[in-house]
């Protein structure tokens, strides 16, 4: 079998860690440094075409998308503020960016994607590391899913994985507890143009209770943000390890 050999290798200033895939076109790698570095380099000779520093860490892949006014590749990725940043694909000059948080601890973690006018991004959080602390009050996070627009960065819908939190008990320590909380999305939404759909993955519940819209897959109709239907992460999981007739019993109206 023929043996690979490395063509080239590009060192990342002042970065110890990554979080971000590529994005490879005909002529070009695009990748987002944690240190806030942006690259675009040549995919023949991984030279450098151009570079751009952002105030703010990356923490997401970059993914790449259309200006619908110039029609011009841009790219998007999400940094630690939290927010989406929109950059020429031609030059890394930012075109705008978009705060994203619903919450005090809200996160960017799976990447933003396109579709035609929109761009669709996943919130998630890091409230469940502050939580660490038995004085913290946790926890009043809620994750979600938001659409903003492709021009500016507007925003045109969020909805919420969870419902606003209430007071639940009084720990051991004398701290209030809130709930429901979490359910952060941290994948890539994927699109069913057909269906006019977006589907994202949640993640747990940060605190009680428990909610029935954790560890599920989620549809969001894509004009409105409004949740078509919901299936559990975990019952998939058991049927993919039978082969019992299952059919009709997955999708829940919410």
Same mark, same amino acid.
């Given at each position: 079998?023929?043996?690979?050999?490395?063509?080239?290798?590009?060192?990342?200033?002042?970065?110890?860690?990554? @979080?971000?895939?590529?994005?490879?076109?005909?002529?070009?790698?695009?990748?987002?440094?944690?240190?806030?570095?942006?690259?675009?380099?040549?995919?023949?000779?991984?030279?450098?075409?151009?570079?751009?520093?952002?105030?703010?860490?990356? @923490?997401?892949?970059?993914?790449?998308?259309?200006?619908?006014?110039?029609?011009?590749?841009?790219?998007?990725?999400?940094?630690?503020?939290?927010?989406?940043?929109?950059?020429?694909?031609?030059?890394?000059?930012?075109?705008?960016?978009?705060?994203?948080?619903?919450?005090?601890?809200?996160?960017?973690?799976?990447?933003?994607?396109?579709?035609?006018?929109?761009?669709?991004?996943?919130?998630?959080?890091?409230? /469940?590391?502050?939580?660490?602390?038995?004085?913290?009050?946790?926890?009043?996070?809620?994750?979600?899913?938001?659409? /903003?627009?492709?021009?500016?960065?507007?925003?045109?819908?969020?909805?919420?994985?969870?419902?606003?939190?209430?007071?639940?008990?009084?720990?051991?320590?004398?701290?209030?507890?809130?709930?429901?909380?979490?359910?952060?999305?941290?994948?890539?939404?994927? /699109?069913?143009?057909? @269906?006019?759909?977006?589907?994202?993955?949640?993640?747990?519940?940060?605190?009680?209770?428990?909610?029935?819209?954790?560890?599920? /897959?989620?549809?969001?109709?894509?004009?409105?943000?409004?949740?078509?239907?919901?299936?559990?992460?975990?019952?998939?999981?058991?049927?993919?390890?039978?082969?019992?007739?299952? @059919?009709?019993?997955?999708?829940?109206?919410?």
């Amino acid at each position: 079998m023929t043996q690979l050999e490395r063509a080239w290798s590009f060192s990342l200033p002042e970065t110890t860690t990554l @979080r971000s895939q590529p994005v490879v076109t005909n002529d070009t790698v695009f990748v987002a440094a944690t240190s806030g570095y942006l690259f675009a380099l040549d995919r023949a000779s991984g030279c450098t075409r151009w570079v751009q520093r952002s105030p703010m860490r990356f @923490r997401t892949s970059v993914s790449l998308g259309t200006h619908p006014t110039s029609n011009k590749p841009m790219l998007l990725v999400g940094d630690v503020s939290p927010s989406i940043q929109a950059r020429d694909a031609a030059s890394g000059d930012l075109l705008w960016t978009a705060p994203i948080g619903v919450h005090k601890y809200s996160m960017a973690t799976g990447s933003a994607i396109q579709f035609k006018d929109v761009i669709y991004v996943p919130v998630s959080s890091s409230e /469940i590391a502050v939580a660490q602390n038995p004085k913290h009050e946790c926890c009043t996070n809620h994750d979600a899913v938001s659409a /903003i627009s492709a021009a500016d960065g507007k925003l045109l819908w969020t909805t919420p994985m969870t419902d606003e939190p209430k007071k639940t008990i009084v720990s051991s320590v004398g701290t209030q507890r809130w709930g429901p909380s979490g359910a952060p999305v941290w994948s890539t939404p994927a /699109i069913d143009a057909k @269906r006019r759909l977006i589907y994202v993955g949640t993640g747990e519940n940060t605190s009680q209770p428990a909610t029935d819209m954790s560890d599920f /897959i989620v549809a969001l109709e894509m004009t409105t943000g409004k949740i078509r239907w919901v299936v559990s992460g975990v019952l998939l999981r058991f049927l993919g390890r039978s082969n019992g007739n299952s @059919r009709g019993c997955l999708r829940r109206e919410p």
